[in-house]
């Protein structure tokens, strides 16, 4: 299983590089991987599990923060209205998004980043995602809100962009005048 100690931090370079796509289909070796990544995110969830293997809670986890930089991602997390998403995603892209902007009141956090940062991460508001799941299904995603957030904070690390890139330097809390709160 992964642990902390699989997980890649800042200065690391597979961070800042763009990911390949994995050819279709995946090999049995990219499935594994990305179940272990979606596996991960559901222990690093579980109270007990987090407990014993001194997991840090994520959401979601990119495959170069696991040093491999292939475009795969897993994001296992509830919406601010309780809707379920539990993903593995190989080659996840965004096809098209609104103008609206949003972004997390509380700001962002990376498993990849061990420093609190301050800021707002301004994202698209809605976005609707194309990408094969774990199973080899072809699918598409119409996300918003939080849940559009979390997929952007994922698919940014496949292109090697870290959430704080995104923050305002001279003002980490300016607000885009067309961005809207998720509180
Ligand atoms: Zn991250």
């Known amino acids: 299983m992964i642990t902390m100690k699989d997980i890649v931090r800042e200065g690391h370079p597979a961070l800042r590089k763009k990911s390949k796509e994995v050819v279709m289909p995946p090999s049995e070796e990219e499935v594994k991987t990305l179940k272990k990544m979606l596996e991960f995110l559901k222990n690093s969830q579980d109270d007990e599990l987090c407990e014993k293997y001194k997991l840090r809670p994520g959401v ?33 892209k965004i ?29 698209y508001a809605r976005i609707t995602v194309k990408a094969t799941d774990i199973e080899g299904n072809e699918i598409k995603l119409r996300l918003k809100d939080y849940a559009a957030i979390v997929m952007q904070h994922e698919i940014d690390h496949l292109n090697g962009v ?3 890139d995104h923050i305002n330097e001279d003002n980490p809390f300016h607000a885009p005048s067309n961005a809207r709160a998720i509180e």
């Open 162 to 164: 870290m959430f704080y």
């Open 60 to 92: 979601g986890l990119a495959a170069p923060q696991l040093g491999i930089t292939k475009r795969m991602i897993a994001v296992h997390f509830e919406d601010f209205n309780g809707k379920k998403y539990s993903y593995g995603l190989f080659n996840p």
């Open 95 to 123: 096809i098209s998004h609104s103008v609206e902007q949003a972004y997390l009141a509380a700001g962002e956090g990376c498993l990849s980043v061990d420093r609190p940062i301050e800021g707002y991460v301004p994202r």
